[in-house]
């Protein structure tokens, strides 16, 4: 009777077994399949953001060529301003709720970021401001 | 927000930005331009707002009030004659910004999807590295430029033998570090090449004298941008990767535009040991070469008997402040008829474009003044040029003497015009340490005084008249 209880249960864990495993194997057939789509990916999206980034110089300089010189300082203002686009990168690192080192140096970019952002774009606007044409 | 919709407000930013310097191709479209740059900006801080990883606001707040307030306060209280160290420390922030981000990625890469703490992957190690290190060139490099430019140290070139051998020797060695980096990822050498990368934006600067400032400028708000490209690499951020390009290559235009209006390399600016911040070269001998010396009743008559005026300012001006009692003389000439238009030096000022900021602010209408190119054929048909706090950029020697250092640079043709007119404290050669011939021509007059000081005896002599 013992005996009969002892194999039932160990048949049981057998079939569990078994199925573990397929379902080990289904999942490690996932997992390359998604690394194999990871590395192709990995190497598309550099290129992708490279394409992006030669674009936009070669649209930076035709752009800054037809700037006029009597321009040139709020250009550079506002060059650093719009620069200041970095703050993306601070927010999602002060994003999360728990606090962490991460989160500090986020919060640190955040402020100098503000700081050029502000800055940057009230002194441009003064700057333009200024020229005016013959009354 | 989904992933497509905010990857398209990223565009629709930087399409912005971009907008943002077009307008800047004419004065009549510029503020426009300034409206574009901030729409393109809060476009890009609302969309990162929205995304799912942000969840907790108040230090967010806190960081954008308290940057926000001191920016806001520094913008509205500074002088225009202080606009290039302003932007010099600007240029700081940025790069010492990118420096945080990229430590911030680091230490949490799960939360910009590069990998998980001690396993990110390679690309983003180069690409992060790439960022801190030029982040903190630039960091420590406007440091430098903004204490030379606020005259905190002296504006003299610092060199010493052997700089450009250990300049080499720490580039070699950031190299070194970045490929260790990207191999053993550890937060120490994340650190030590912030350390190195900064040390070496320090030693990269000292040796650039303070004429060469608006060089400097230029190519350290490149490097700001290349900075946020490295960054917007690392975070697979389009915006951030096109507005670093953006700025990356204005930067670039601008140091070379400021290279070709001093007739030098780029290379020979950045070796550097050229000009200190006065002119250093000392006296030269005169011989016995005699200048002809006026009194500002002499310039007022010579003036107001003119039918044109041509006024080339130059830094001199700006650091005497004569730009609003100068304003002031040529509304008195307009008022008797007289035509007075201004002829602007590319490097006029101590940054690219600076001088055109000052004249606007004492009023002067911006089609008043004129580039070198539009008016330098000008001056032969001119009465008088009026040179005020200007000297190297008026030389002939750069045409005409191959031996001169500055030969071949571009000059303003003020030797053409009937009467030249000098505006100078002394006899002094320019930064470049050379003599002007056309202090002793028959048509030069001398007037040796303070800009400022001069600029209003000829006012109320013109009033008196």
């Known amino acids: 009777m013992e005996?009969?209880?002892?194999?039932?249960?160990?048949?049981?864990?057998?079939?569990?077994?078994?199925?573990?495993?397929?379902?080990?194997?289904?999942?490690?057939?996932?997992?390359?399949?998604?690394?194999?789509?990871?590395?192709?990916?990995?190497?598309?999206?550099?290129?992708?953001?490279?394409?992006?980034?030669?674009?936009?110089?070669?649209?930076?300089?035709?752009?800054?060529w037809s700037v006029t010189p009597a321009l040139h300082s709020p250009l550079m203002s506002v060059?650093?301003?719009?620069?200041?686009?970095?703050?993306?990168?601070?927010?999602i690192a002060a994003g999360p709720v728990d606090m962490s080192f991460s989160k500090v140096f986020g919060f640190i970019a955040v402020v100098l970021a503000s700081v050029n952002i502000f800055g940057g774009f009230i002194v441009s606007q003064r700057m333009l401001s200024m020229f005016k044409k013959k009354k | 927000m989904s992933e497509n919709l905010s990857a398209f407000a990223y565009l629709l930013a930087s399409v912005c930005f971009i907008m943002?310097?077009?307008?800047?191709?004419?004065?009549?479209?510029?503020?426009?331009?300034?409206?574009?740059?901030?729409?393109?900006?809060?476009?890009?801080?609302?969309?990162?707002?929205?995304?799912?990883?942000?969840?907790?606001?108040?230090?967010?707040?806190?960081?954008?009030?308290?940057?926000?307030?001191?920016?806001?306060?520094?913008?509205?209280?500074?002088?225009?004659?202080?606009?290039?160290?302003?932007?010099?420390?600007?240029?700081?922030?940025?790069?010492?910004?990118?420096?945080?981000?990229?430590?911030?990625?680091f230490y949490e890469p799960a939360a910009y999807g590069i990998g998980v703490a001690g396993d990110i992957a390679v690309a983003s190690l180069v690409e992060m590295s790439i960022g801190t290190a030029i982040g903190a060139i630039t960091f420590t490099g406007s440091i430098v430029a903004f204490a030379k430019l606020q005259g905190l140290v002296s504006g003299a070139p610092v060199v010493f033998s052997g700089q450009h051998a250990l300049n080499a020797f720490l580039g070699l060695l950031l190299v070194g570090l970045v490929v260790w980096f990207c191999g053993e990822e550890s937060p120490m050498l994340f650190w030590a090449i912030v350390l190195l990368s900064g040390a070496i934006g320090l030693l990269i600067i000292i040796p650039i004298g303070g004429a060469d400032m608006p060089v400097v400028i230029s190519m350290l708000n490149s490097y700001s941008g290349w900075a946020a490209c490295g960054i917007g690499f690392t975070l697979a951020n389009p915006a951030l990767i096109i507005t670093g390009a953006l700025v990356g290559s204005s930067g670039a235009i601008l140091s070379y535009i400021m290279c070709k209006g001093m007739n030098r390399s780029f290379f020979?600016?950045?070796?550097?040991?050229?000009?200190?911040?006065?002119?250093?070269?000392?006296?030269?001998?005169?011989?016995?070469?005699?200048?002809?010396?006026?009194?500002?009743?002499?310039?007022?008559?010579?003036?107001?008997?003119?039918?044109?005026?041509?006024i080339v300012p130059g830094y001199g001006m700006a650091v005497a402040q004569a730009q609003h009692a100068l304003r002031e003389m040529a509304e008195l000439l307009k008022a008797e008829g007289i035509k007075v238009s201004y002829a602007i030096h590319p490097v006029a000022g101590r940054m690219p474009g600076h001088?055109?900021?000052?004249?606007?602010?004492?009023?002067?209408?911006?089609?008043?003044?004129?580039?070198?190119?539009?008016?330098?054929?000008?001056?032969?048909?001119?009465?008088?040029?009026?040179?005020?706090?200007?000297?190297d950029v008026t030389n002939p020697v750069a045409k005409t003497d191959p031996a001169s250092p500055i030969y071949g640079m571009p000059i303003l043709d003020v030797e053409n015009a009937g009467t030249v007119l000098f505006v100078k404290r002394s006899l002094s050669p320019g930064y470049a340490g050379?003599?002007?011939?056309?202090?002793?021509?028959?048509?030069?007059?001398?007037?040796?005084?303070?800009?400022?000081?001069?600029?209003?005896?000829?006012?109320?002599?013109?009033g008196t008249m």
């Open chain 1, 3 to 64: 005996t009969d209880k002892i194999v039932e249960q160990a048949s049981g864990l057998a079939k569990n077994a078994k199925a573990l495993a397929t379902e080990a194997e289904a999942l490690m057939a996932r997992v390359s399949q998604l690394n194999l789509q990871a590395d192709h990916g990995g190497a598309d999206t550099f290129v992708f953001y490279f394409s992006i980034f030669v674009l936009a110089i070669f649209v930076g300089y035709y752009v800054v």
């Open chain 2, 268 to 310: 020979n600016v950045i070796l550097g040991g050229f000009g200190g911040e006065d002119a250093a070269a000392g006296v030269v001998a005169t011989g016995d070469k005699t200048v002809r010396q006026g009194s500002a009743e002499d310039a007022a008559f010579i003036m107001k008997n003119a039918g044109s005026v041509i």
């Open chain 1, 79 to 91: 060059t650093n301003a719009i620069s200041s686009v970095i703050i993306v990168g601070a927010l």
């Open chain 2, 434 to 462: 050379v003599d002007n011939v056309l202090f002793y021509r028959d048509n030069t007059m001398m007037f040796f005084d303070d800009a400022k000081a001069m600029s209003e005896d000829i006012v109320n002599a013109l």
């Open chain 2, 355 to 391: 001088m055109n900021v000052l004249l606007a602010e004492a009023n002067v209408p911006y089609d008043e003044v004129f580039e070198l190119e539009s008016i330098n054929r000008d001056f032969a048909s001119t009465d008088v040029a009026f040179v005020i706090g200007a000297n």
């Open chain 2, 20 to 105: 943002a310097l077009r307008g800047l191709s004419s004065p009549l479209t510029a503020r426009m331009g300034n409206i574009y740059g901030i729409a393109g900006m809060v476009i890009a801080v609302v969309t990162t707002l929205a995304a799912p990883t942000v969840l907790s606001f108040t230090m967010i707040l806190l960081g954008m009030v308290i940057g926000g307030a001191i920016g806001t306060v520094i913008a509205l209280k500074i002088e225009m004659t202080a606009l290039p160290q302003l932007v010099a420390a600007f240029h700081s922030l940025v790069g010492l910004a990118a420096v945080f981000v990229a430590a911030a990625a």
